[in-house]
C-alpha cells in the first residue's frame, strides 16, 4: 500500500518508471511520443473511458462515488481541451497517459484505478475505430454535397451538347449534364465503399488489454453497447494489432482522390485557350508575378497533385503493417500519421472541389459551335446503316471511307450529298441527315442510361430522389 503511494503519477511520476529506473532520454521523449499528433482523438479516448469506468463500476471494480468522481473529472479535462486551457506534456507520450496523468493529478487516487483491465493498445484500437467512425460520417456529408453541385451544375446543361471522348480524340456527341452526372456515381461508389469501411470497423475492442484480455470480471458487450459498437472483436491478439480499417480507410480516400483527379485534369485541359469549354469563377484561380494574362487552374492542379500525398500515406501505412510480428508494436503508432494526413488530404479536397463546381459554368454555346468538327456522328451513322439491314461490321467500313473522304474534302458528314453517299451505300436514303449532326445523334441514344438530354432529366430526378432520402 505504501509502495503505491509512493509512486503517483501526479508527482510527474510515471508506474513504469519503477520498472526502467532511470527517466526516458530525452532525445527518446521526443521519439517516441504521439501526443503532438494523436491529441486529436481526446474526445473519443475521453467517452472510451467513461464507458470503461462505468463497467468497472457496473463489476464493483470501481465504487459508484468512484465512478462518478472519475467520470465527471474526464469532462472537465474535456472542456480544458476544447478550450485550449490544458496543457499538453510530451513526456506523457500519448494522450491516453496525458489524460489520465491528469485525472489523477484532480483525483487521486479513484483516478488510478481507471486504467484497471485496461490497456493503451486496446485503448488507442478502441480511439481510432471511434474516431474513424465519425470521420467517415464527415467525409460521407462532403461527398454528398459535391454529388449535389454536380446535380444543380448538371441540370442547367442537360439540352447542351458537348464531345465526349476516348483516347482524348473525339468520340461521340453527349449531354453535358452525362459528363457532370458521370462524377455523382463515382462519388456515390466511393460513399458506398466508406460505408462499408465503417460497417467492418464497428467492432469493440476495449477488454482485449495488452493482448491476452484480463483476469478481472470486464464485461466487454457491456462497453461494446455503451460505445454503440455492433460487437466486440473476437480475438484479443487480432484486436491490438488490427489497422486493416486504417489501410481500408486510406485505400477509400485514395479511390476518392482518384476521381476528384480525373476531374481536375478534365478542366484544367477544358480551361485551355485551345479547348475553351468552361469558365472557372476567377475567385478559384491564381495568376502569373511575370505574366499579367494568366487565369491558372492552381486548385484543381493541387487536387490532381495531392493525390499523389493519399498514395503515399496508402503505401506507408500497408508498409507498416507488413510483417510486424503478432500482437502488439510500436510501428503501429504510425497509423495515426498516414490516416490523419488522408483525412485532412480528402476532406480539403472534396471541400475545394465542391466549391469549384459551383463556380463553373459551360462555354455550351462555344462547345456547340465546335461540334461539326471530329465525325461525332460517324457510329450512329454505321448504325443507321444497320437500321437499314447492312452488317453492322460493313457498316463499319463505309462510315470509315466516307470520313476519310471528308476528311480530305474538308467537311462534315452532314455536308456529303445524297448522290455521293449513294456512291458508298445505295441503302442510303433521305433520312440519313436526320440522324447526323451531333444534336440528332444525342437525341437519338436508345440504350437504357445512355447520354441523351431526354435520359438526363431522369437521371437528375433520380438522384434528387436519392439525396432526399438521406
Ligand atoms: N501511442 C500508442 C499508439 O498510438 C499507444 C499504445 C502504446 N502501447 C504501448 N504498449 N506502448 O500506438
Not at 155 to 177: C, D, F, G, L, V
Not at 236 to 248: G, K, L, P, Q, W
Request: overall charge neutral.
Amino acid at each position: 500500500m505504501a509502495e503505491t503511494q509512493k509512486s503517483p503519477l501526479r508527482e510527474g511520476i510515471r508506474s513504469w518508471e519503477h520498472r526502467l529506473g532511470k527517466p526516458t532520454n530525452s532525445l527518446a521523449v521526443d521519439f517516441v511520443e504521439s501526443l503532438s499528433f494523436d491529441k486529436r482523438l481526446y474526445k473519443y479516448d475521453i467517452v472510451g473511458s467513461i464507458a470503461h469506468a462505468e463497467m468497472l463500476s457496473e463489476r464493483k471494480l470501481l465504487t459508484k462515488e468512484e465512478f462518478k468522481q472519475i467520470k465527471d473529472a474526464l469532462v472537465e479535462i474535456s472542456h480544458q481541451i476544447s478550450e485550449g486551457k490544458f496543457k499538453f506534456d510530451k513526456t506523457y507520450e500519448d494522450i491516453h497517459m496525458a489524460i489520465e496523468a491528469a485525472l489523477i493529478s484532480k483525483i487521486g487516487e479513484a483516478g488510478k484505478k481507471l486504467h484497471t483491465g485496461r490497456s493503451r493498445n486496446d485503448q488507442v484500437a478502441t480511439d481510432m475505430r471511434l474516431w474513424m467512425r465519425d470521420e467517415i460520417e464527415l467525409i460521407q456529408a462532403k461527398i454528398a454535397l459535391l454529388q449535389k453541385a454536380f446535380v444543380k451544375l448538371a441540370e442547367k446543361y442537360t439540352a447542351n451538347i458537348m464531345p465526349a471522348y476516348t483516347h482524348m480524340q473525339r468520340a461521340q456527341p453527349i449531354s453535358i449534364a452525362a459528363y457532370l452526372l458521370s462524377f455523382v456515381e463515382q462519388l456515390h461508389r466511393d460513399s458506398l465503399r466508406l460505408k462499408n469501411c465503417r460497417l467492418l470497423l464497428n467492432l469493440s475492442p476495449l477488454g482485449s488489454g495488452a493482448i491476452a484480455g484480463s483476469s478481472l470480471p470486464l464485461d466487454r458487450k457491456q462497453v461494446c453497447g455503451l460505445l454503440g459498437f455492433s460487437d466486440i472483436t473476437y480475438n484479443t491478439i487480432d484486436s491490438v494489432s488490427d489497422r486493416d480499417f486504417c489501410a481500408e480507410f486510406i485505400f477509400d480516400s485514395c479511390l476518392i482522390s482518384a476521381h476528384l483527379s480525373k476531374l481536375a485534369e478534365d478542366w484544367i485541359i477544358f480551361s485551355t485557350t485551345e479547348f475553351d469549354f468552361i469558365r472557372i469563377d476567377d475567385a478559384f484561380c491564381t495568376s502569373s508575378s511575370m505574366m499579367p494574362q494568366k487565369r491558372n487552374p492552381d486548385m484543381l492542379e493541387l487536387i490532381r497533385g495531392k493525390t499523389g500525398t493519399l498514395y503515399g500515406s496508402l503505401m506507408a501505412i500497408l508498409t507498416i503493417l507488413k510483417a510486424q510480428p503478432s500482437g502488439y508494436n510500436r510501428d503501429l503508432q504510425e497509423d495515426k500519421v498516414h490516416t490523419f494526413k488522408a483525412s485532412d488530404t480528402i476532406e480539403a479536397c472534396l471541400d475545394m472541389a465542391c466549391a469549384i463546381v459551383d463556380n463553373t459554368s459551360f462555354k455550351h454555346e462555344k462547345i456547340s459551335a465546335g461540334l461539326d468538327k471530329g465525325f461525332l456522328d460517324a457510329t450512329a451513322l454505321a448504325e443507321y446503316l444497320v437500321k437499314k439491314g447492312v452488317a453492322f461490321r460493313t457498316a463499319h467500313g463505309i462510315v470509315g471511307s466516307l470520313v476519310a473522304q471528308c476528311e480530305k474534302d474538308g467537311k462534315a458528314l452532314a455536308d456529303v450529298s445524297i448522290e455521293q453517299f449513294k456512291k458508298f451505300s445505295n441503302v442510303i436514303g433521305e433520312d440519313v441527315y436526320q440522324c447526323l449532326g451531333s444534336k440528332n445523334v444525342a437525341a437519338s441514344y436508345a440504350t437504357a442510361a445512355a447520354a441523351s438530354p431526354g435520359q438526363m432529366i431522369e437521371q437528375i430526378n433520380y438522384w434528387k430522389k436519392q439525396f432526399a432520402k438521406q
